[in-house]
């Protein structure tokens, strides 16, 4: 069971726009920075967003991340084939004294 | 661009030790501060541990699952992050990933996003 809690799956049609959750508590997201990653399959997670809402050089703006309270969101804007991949949010717990993923999203493009 | 090269990964039976290793290039590696990443078969991500540059402390941080069987080190002098892991079971079993962390200095203060840029990864295996 993960800290941050994520749906398992979500899905939309090319060109539509999909949001992903990511659930927490005030000792992780409500306290902390929020980062979000993608694993496309068969190769090592990217990171898309950290500080929550900040997306490092070379990630497209279709991209986007928030945070509210003690949770965040990942959106992301125009679908396409090539983002089907596992995506999954992580921060620091300062009850754990350690970092926490959340369980992952799978993205599936129709 | 910064890369990072993990090696060391295997076969290993349970009860035994392994040493990861992380070679990195492209950053100034004593200002860095790494993480070690994992995943199991099928499986999501899970954080074993970081370790801060010197300047930010030198320290290592664990997950609970691993503190006190794992070890990580640096030798700012070759770039070179490591993990030491003893006492494996079967449950270690994955693929293990380098990563350098975000961090800000700013007023004396350490702010930490996360990880930043991934290796690879190298296997480990825990079998009889």
């Known amino acids: 069971q993960s800290v941050l809690t994520q749906p398992p799956s979500v899905s939309a049609a090319p060109g539509q726009k999909v949001t992903i959750s990511c659930s927490g508590s005030?000792?992780?997201?409500?306290?902390?920075?929020v980062s979000w990653y993608l694993q496309l399959p068969g190769t090592a997670p990217k990171v898309l967003i950290y500080?929550?809402?900040k997306r490092p050089s070379g990630i497209p703006d279709r991209f986007s991340g928030s945070k509210s309270g003690t949770s965040a969101t990942l959106g992301i804007t125009g679908l396409q084939t090539g983002d089907e991949a596992d995506y999954y949010c992580?921060?620091?717990?300062?009850?754990?004294?350690?970092?926490?993923f959340g369980g992952g999203t799978k993205l599936t493009v129709l | 661009e910064v890369q990072l090269v993990e090696s060391g990964g295997g076969l290993v039976k349970p009860g035994g030790s392994l040493r990861l290793s992380c070679a990195a290039s492209?950053?100034?590696?004593?200002?860095?501060?790494m993480s070690w990443v994992r995943q199991a078969p099928g499986k999501g991500l899970e954080w074993v541990g970081r370790m801060k540059s010197k300047a930010g402390g030198g320290t290592a941080d664990y997950a609970t699952p691993v503190e006190g069987r794992f070890t990580m080190s640096r030798d700012d002098s070759k770039g070179t992050l490591y993990l030491q892991m003893n006492s494996l079971s079967t449950e270690d079993t994955a693929m293990y990933y380098c990563?350098?962390?975000?961090?800000?200095?700013?007023?004396?203060?350490?702010?930490?996003?996360?990880?930043?840029?991934w290796g690879q990864g190298t296997t480990v295996t825990v079998s009889s």
């Open positions: 500080d929550s809402d």
């Open positions: 005030s000792s992780n997201i409500g306290n902390n920075y």
């Open positions: 990563t350098t962390d975000r961090v800000q200095l700013w007023r004396g203060n350490y702010y930490y996003y996360g990880m930043d840029v």
């Open positions: 492209g950053l100034i590696f004593t200002n860095a501060w």
């Open positions: 992580g921060t620091w717990d300062s009850s754990l004294s350690f970092w926490v």
